[in-house]
């Protein structure tokens, strides 16, 4: 199997800056993307940054110029720096893998993994 493992989170004020990290471990044979989703009570999850192979990177509107994501593909770790905090970016923070398996029988699998989720609280 595939886990995924966060770190990071936590209360800042707003302004302030935290840094989010991930480590995917388990049966890997390709980590294809790795990205950080969030949702804030009573709102829908919504994607923040994902990173794919090849470097590419898509963040939301509202992070643009403030979150800035990354991996470590020899650790099979992607992080999220939060810079210039907002409330509004207060919500779980949730790290995702899409990962292809090692192949059992040859046959390889892909599939979405999820990590358990981590608190991010933007107040003063």
């Known amino acids: 199997q595939v886990q995924l493992v966060e770190s990071g989170g936590g209360l800042v004020q707003p302004g302030g800056s935290l840094s989010l990290s991930c480590v995917a471990s388990?049966?890997?044979?390709?980590?294809?993307?790795m990205g950080w989703y969030r949702q804030a009570p009573g709102k829908q999850r919504e994607l923040v940054a994902v990173?794919?192979?090849?470097?590419?990177?898509y963040y939301i509107d509202s992070v643009k110029g403030r979150f800035t994501i990354s991996r470590d593909n020899a650790k099979n770790t992607v992080y999220l720096q939060m810079n210039s905090l907002k409330p509004e970016d207060t919500a779980v923070y949730s790290c995702?893998?899409?990962?292809?398996?090692?192949?059992?029988?040859?046959?390889?699998?892909?599939?979405?993994?999820w990590g358990q989720g981590t608190q991010v609280t933007v107040s003063s």
């Open positions: 995702h893998g899409d990962i292809t398996k090692l192949p059992i029988n040859g046959v390889r699998v892909t599939a979405d993994f």
């Open positions: 388990g049966s890997i044979f390709k980590i294809n993307a």
């Open positions: 990173m794919r192979n090849g470097a590419s990177t």
